[in-house]
């Protein structure tokens, strides 16, 4: 019983739902990927993914890069699968991709306004 308030304790952590299903759509996902797919800063990243490991929904495991390079990457255990079916289950895989899509497009936008009243404030 204890095992399954762990994993509810670290789902409602920040961020873990959108880890697990990052991590189911790909299949196994690098930090540096995550990184830069999910709004969570570095070390709440990490400390996500260590808890993960550390309750049996993730496990580490050796990726090669397109250089061909090894990095250390993450992918769902059995425990960690049946839980991202759940998420597939929900509209939330959809929705993060829709947040993500819309803060790209948010970060374009502010940069566009930034260099436009550059441009006119030194005029």
Known sequence: M??????????????????????????ACRHFH????????SSTLSNRLKEGVQIGLLEQTLLTTPDGQKEKGYKLTEKGKKIFEMIEGT?????????????????KQES????????????
């Open 2 to 27: 204890e095992d399954n308030r762990d994993i509810v304790d670290y789902l409602e952590s920040k961020g873990a739902i959108e880890i697990l299903a990052e991590i189911g759509e790909e299949s």
């Open 34 to 41: 995550l990184r830069h797919r999910i709004n969570l800063s």
């Open 91 to 107: 509209e939330l895989s959809e929705m993060y991709r829709e947040r993500k899509r819309l803060e790209d497009s948010i970060s």
């Open 112 to 123: 566009d306004l930034l260099n436009t009243i550059q441009k006119h404030v030194s005029n």
